[in-house]
């Protein structure tokens, strides 16, 4: 039987070299998941999201809702600290750039935390 873990898992910064954990891991693995194309980590091919495929395509309530699902089955999925409970499309534009706003629940901790992500 599986027991649930009392204490983050430690990971390293992107920026800094630091070891980090907590809240601050989770958002740096959300923003990789969601910018990592599926099939381009040669040792993780399933590892990434379909959500990054949103930037070549319309902006339509289709592709909108599908990147929605793919961002969620994606963090649900990769991130085993985090089960997202809510997450919005705040702005999508010509330019490719679009912002996301990613709520849930911080496992661990049993606290509701919020994050945006632009890519």
Do not use: C
């Not at 027991?3 to 390293?12: A, C, F, N, Y």
């Not at 699902?69 to 409970?85: D, G, L, Q, S």
């Amino acid at each position: 039987m599986a027991t649930q873990s009392t204490e983050h898992l430690v990971d390293i910064d992107r920026f800094t070299g630091a070891l980090i954990q907590g809240w601050e891991r989770i958002k740096q693995s959300i923003y990789v998941i969601l910018t990592t194309r599926l099939r381009t980590r040669l040792m993780r091919l399933w590892w990434g999201s379909k959500f990054i495929d949103m930037q070549d395509k319309p902006g339509n309530q289709e592709v909108l809702m599908a990147g929605m699902m793919a961002a969620i089955a994606a963090i649900n999925t990769y991130e085993p600290e985090f089960k997202v409970t809510r997450v919005s499309i705040d702005s999508f534009d010509a330019s490719g750039e679009i912002t996301i706003t990613i709520e849930g629940i911080d496992l661990v901790d049993a606290a509701l935390r919020r994050t945006q992500v632009t890519i």
